[in-house]
């Protein structure tokens, strides 16, 4: 497995699990949300992170970057990383810097 598909893999895992805690209900209704009002599929998070980041914001509003955050908790424990808590990072960053991370830069 390539370490792209292996980042995509685990980002998805993450989101799922993030969005689940709230409950499987809110999980839900957010992806049939993100498909139906942003057009981000499931599977097309990972390519289409800049517009995931502004579907949460649009849709949880202040509560977006605490879901981000957990998140990228979680992301980077399936990625074998120490999480560090940034007060202006959004997932985006998050993934780029867990990218880098894994790449040795």
């Not at 202040?62 to 979680?74: F, H, T």
């Amino acid at each position: 497995m390539t370490d792209s598909v292996r980042l995509r893999e685990a980002l998805i895992q993450a989101v799922d699990q993030g969005l689940g805690i709230p409950g499987d209900s809110v999980r839900v209704a957010i992806y049939e949300r993100l498909e139906i009002s942003y057009h981000i599929k499931r599977e097309e998070i990972s390519e289409k992170l800049d517009r995931f980041h502004e579907a949460l914001l649009d849709l949880l509003g202040v509560g977006a970057p605490v879901m981000e955050r957990m998140i990228a908790k979680n992301l980077y424990c399936r990625l074998g990383l120490n999480f560090t808590k940034h007060e202006d990072w959004a997932l985006v960053d998050y993934v780029d810097h867990a990218n880098a991370k894994r790449s040795g830069e």
